[in-house]
């Protein structure tokens, strides 16, 4: 049974850091089953994009041009975990951040193969950056 959760989120004034994590379950992060992982964020009526994203092997990176340079992207294959390392925070960094299982990444693109109601992504964690 595949099962993503996300931590770590939470209120921050603008400036501050926050780490979130992703812990995973039910399937393989190699080249056989889940060869990508990321991160994605949605305000309230908008779409979901991609802010970071990693291939099992960690050669091919993704990150949005708003968040590079002060977001980084890593992840413990022996821990299952995907982690997001986000410093320098701004208001508009607000949102709610998704980890998602199955993403396709290459350098300088990120897309997410499962639906959204796939058990491929997680529930989210809120982050919210005061001014």
């Known amino acids: 049974q595949v099962q993503v959760a996300e931590s770590g989120g939470g209120l921050v004034q603008a400036g501050e850091s926050l780490r979130l994590s992703c812990r995973t379950s039910g399937f393989a992060f190699d080249d056989n089953e889940v060869n990508a992982m990321g991160w994605f964020r949605q305000d309230p009526g908008q779409k979901r994009e991609a802010v970071s994203c990693?291939?099992?092997?960690?050669?091919?990176?993704y990150y949005g041009n708003s968040v590079k340079g002060r977001f980084t992207i890593s992840r413990d294959i022996a821990e299952n975990t995907l982690y997001l390392q986000m410093n320098s925070l701004k208001p508009e960094d607000t949102a709610m951040y998704y980890c998602a299982a199955d993403v396709f990444v290459e350098d300088g693109y990120c897309s997410y193969n499962r639906p959204l109601t796939s058990a491929y992504w997680g529930q989210g964690t809120q982050v919210t950056v005061s001014s």
């Open positions: 990693i291939s099992w092997r960690g050669d091919k990176t």
